[in-house]
């Protein structure tokens, strides 16, 4: 777990240390004078050497001090003010993906002309890029409906309705995105539930066919549910720097693009290990509840 | 599944009867996020547009006709020979922390200024300015004319914030503490800034206090999703409309297009240092071949932009017409003739901000039509500042500048910069332009240095952009100088 927190943040550090320019670039303006950038250089200490600034940063991180961006803000407020964002996105943008998936693919398997449309769906959205896809859900439900707002995010402490607002559209779009996911795995899942021995068992002891459909052939399908949703949970909680450029977001994706153009070490370091720390942790949870849903695996320990 | 459908309707219903917005702020969208408010050191146009003005203020300003008008100094005064510059400080100007504005902070300001802007050092003479009772005072050997002028102008801008704020060890200042009628109540990087009503600020001179109680700037790369913002009513105001959105928006009662003056000039800064252009007849070869309404067009559409191959804006008293130049009416055959002598690659430099990259498309296409080779290098704003310092890994770069109140603050014409203009006779004349000590003076100076400079080509400027805004129609009263500002405009909701 360490050696990942360790690597993962000395590649982010290497490589935009080995990238060309550094963040004088972005703070100072473009016609700087020599003597300027040297001055900067020195305050921010990037004229130190690679390891010294490394070792530097990954000891104020463990101490808790996370210093500041190289435009002067405060990582800690920074990353405390997009880590909601993202979190709310992630989480929602799943629950919209289960109530879309789950019930078509249901659906599917039962009737056979609701699986070739969900085929169609999901192939279409498997291959739309996500700005694509944003674009024309803002179109269609911000400027031709006006029900959404265009862009921006509003803190639940604003308001339940103004937040789920504000983040409905992201979400649904990262929701079909992954959904389109969901749905291929888990309706292969349950069709072959569905065409199982037990299922045929259940159907000659005169269940009906709705009752195997959500008894026989879900149940053994949800830890395969389960695995997707966990993958696509730890996806999401790294950001989606598409989505939320698009929608003005100010989540971890938008953070992590702008620490990488303006090539700032230290706050894309933090941000990275936190990520890295998430995704572990969503994992772990996974790995706990795997057993409960699964009998199976309750059995082979 | 009819059930589903009923409760998605149901659940967006539901949150589309929520109100929209509060009717004392005004939302703004800006395409770029300034890295930082310190705009004594970054020059940003997003940074001027939310902190110069608003939060912070400057001695002097500049007015529409060009002229100085006094602001935080209740008078200036420059000797005869240009050689000593006085400013009275205004009394009773309170600072957002409730300390009232002296002498002090004011040339501890303005030496902080000088200290991170290597041009107003150099015309300043590497001095500084002392305090003398109520007044702040600096002398030099030569004419301080032009620190006068970039006192009231210059892109680095001149704010005068309390002196303890400068105590600190950083490079940047991370207390943003000004005297302007709005501070700031809430910033969240990569999202917005929200600057209020500042309750003590008394109008001096020239009245801001009409304005809305609350400002927030909306940081939105995007400009399809700014362009639909301001239609749903989101934003009442953005900037940086997109050139194929103008038909479209200005057919939309709803909304006002604004469009100012120039505000600024692409340039094809050629590298006089090392490769193809060090040689004056391939660059004047360069200026012959190319098209620049292609050029330029590229970059703009159809709309947003002019021919013009002047370095200076043509509202600018600094302008000279481009009759004069010889070397800006095409003449294909000649400029292919003399370009094709040149076997290798010509590479073109710039980077993806701002669509320059379609610059060095199109002129990387123009020049392979006359079977020049070219190669070009398109890289991350960051990337690009650092290649452009190699001179052996460029021919000509291509950027934007915004404009500038002082011909020599163009950052092509100087031999520390990029593209490395060493030509004598050239410095000599920009050095001169520094020392001028009025400014009918300077402007004929600049007139011979400009017509020298299209003669020797060190940089070539296809045409001159204007930023084109959109505000919602009934908002009134704003200001459109270098971006735009709502001090004093009002809505009539």
């Not at chain 1, 803002?138 to 607002?165: D, E, K, M, T, W």
């Not at chain 1, 698009?246 to 953070?255: C, E, K, T, Y």
């Not at chain 2, 991370?174 to 209020?196: F, H, M, N, R």
């Not at chain 2, 593209?419 to 050239?426: F, I, M, P, R, V």
Request: glycine residues 6%; hydrophobic residues 45%.
């Amino acid at each position: 777990m360490i050696l990942t927190f360790l690597s993962v943040s000395f590649l982010v550090f290497s490589f935009l240390d080995m990238a060309e320019g550094d963040s004088s670039a972005y703070v100072l303006p473009e016609d700087a004078a020599e003597e300027e950038i040297a001055a900067y250089r020195e305050a921010q200490g990037l004229n130190r050497p690679f390891l010294e600034r490394y070792s530097g940063f990954m000891l104020s991180f463990m101490k808790g001090e996370w210093g500041i961006s190289a435009a002067g803000h405060d990582i800690k407020s920074m990353i405390a003010h997009s880590v909601p964002v993202t979190i709310s996105i992630a989480f929602s943008s799943i629950f919209l993906a289960l109530l879309i998936s789950v019930p078509l693919s249901i659906a599917a398997v039962r009737r056979k002309w609701i699986g070739c449309g969900v085929s169609v769906l999901s192939t279409v959205l498997m291959i739309m890029p996500s700005f694509l896809l944003s674009m024309v859900l803002v179109l269609l439900f911000s400027v031709y409906f006006r029900v959404f707002p265009v862009a921006g995010y509003v803190p639940l402490s604003r308001g339940f309705i103004l937040h789920v607002r504000s983040i409905f559209l992201p979400s649904l779009t990262l929701a079909l995105l992954h959904s389109s996911l969901f749905m291929r795995v888990f309706r292969k899942a349950l069709a072959a539930g569905a065409e199982s021995q037990y299922s045929l068992f259940a159907l000659s002891t005169g269940m009906s066919e709705k009752e195997i459909a959500v008894k026989s052939a879900l149940r053994p399908s949800l830890p395969l549910l389960a695995s997707l949703v966990s993958q696509s949970l730890s996806f999401a909680l790294g950001g989606s720097a598409a989505v939320e450029t698009v929608f003005s977001l100010p989540g971890i994706g938008a953070l992590m693009v702008d620490a990488a153009l303006s090539r700032d070490a230290q706050l894309a370091g933090t941000v990275m290990i936190l990520v890295a720390v998430s995704v572990a942790f969503v994992f772990f949870l996974f790995e706990g509840i795997l057993p409960m849903i699964d009998p199976r695996v309750r059995r082979h320990r | 599944m009819r059930k589903y459908i009923i409760l998605f309707l149901s659940f967006v219903f539901l949150f589309s009867c929520s109100s929209e917005n509060d009717d004392s702020a005004l939302d703004i969208a800006l395409a770029q996020e300034p890295p930082t408010l310190d705009v004594q050191v970054n020059s940003s146009i997003s940074g001027k547009m939310i902190a110069v003005g608003n939060i912070f203020e400057k001695p002097v300003d500049i007015d529409e006709d060009g002229e100085i008008v006094c602001r935080l100094a209740s008078s200036y005064s420059l000797s005869d020979d240009g050689r000593h510059l006085v400013f009275e400080a205004r009394q009773g100007v309170l600072f957002h922390d409730g300390s009232e504005m002296d002498a002090d902070d004011m040339a501890s300001s303005l030496n902080r200024w000088l200290d991170v802007y290597a041009a107003a050092d150099e015309a300043a003479g590497g001095n500084r300015f002392s305090v003398d009772g109520n007044t702040v005072y600096i002398d030099s050997d030569d004419s301080l004319l032009m620190l006068l002028m970039m006192i009231a102008s210059a892109p680095q801008s001149a704010v005068i914030m309390p002196k303890e704020v400068f105590e600190s060890d950083d490079y940047l200042i991370s207390e943003y503490i000004g005297t302007g009628p709005y501070l700031i109540s809430q910033w969240y990087p990569g999202d917005y800034i929200e600057i209020a009503r500042f309750e003590n600020y008394e109008p001096y001179g020239y009245d801001k206090s009409s304005g809305p109680d609350t400002l927030r700037y909306f940081f939105v790369p995007d400009g399809t999703t700014r362009r639909m913002g301001l239609e749903s009513g989101q934003y009442d105001a953005v900037d940086c409309i997109l050139s194929d959105d103008i038909p479209a928006l200005s057919e939309n009662d709803d909304i006002k297009l604004l469009q100012g003056d120039e505000s600024g000039t692409i340039a094809l800064v050629l590298n006089k240092r090392s490769g193809i252009f060090t040689d004056v007849e391939m660059r004047r070869a360069l200026s012959l071949l190319i098209d620049r309404n292609e050029l330029m067009s590229a970059c703009y559409g159809d709309y947003g932009y002019s021919i013009d191959s002047a370095y200076m804006e043509k509202e600018s008293p600094w302008y000279v017409s481009p009759e004069d130049d010889p070397y800006s009416i095409r003449d294909e055959q000649k400029g292919k003739e003399i370009l094709s002598s040149y076997e290798g690659p010509i590479r073109i430099l710039s980077s993806n901000t701002s669509n320059l990259d379609k610059i060095a498309i199109a002129l990387s296409s123009e020049l392979e039509k006359h079977g020049i080779k070219t190669e070009v290098i398109v890289l991350d704003w960051a990337s690009f500042i650092e290649k452009r310092r190699d001179a052996s890994s460029w021919d000509v770069f291509i950027s934007a500048y915004t404009k500038t109140a002082l011909a020599q603050m163009k950052s092509y014409l100087s031999d520390a910069n990029p593209g490395w203009l060493e030509d004598e006779k050239a410095l000599l004349m920009l050095d001169a332009l520094n020392k001028a000590e009025s400014l009918e003076e300077a402007y004929g100076l600049w007139n011979e240095t400009q017509r020298y400079l299209w003669d020797i080509v060190p940089a070539i400027v296809p045409g001159h952009y204007s930023t084109v805004y959109g505000i919602r129609s009934d908002l009134e009263g704003v200001i459109l100088r270098e971006g735009f500002y709502f001090w004093s405009s009002s809505l009539s909701r």
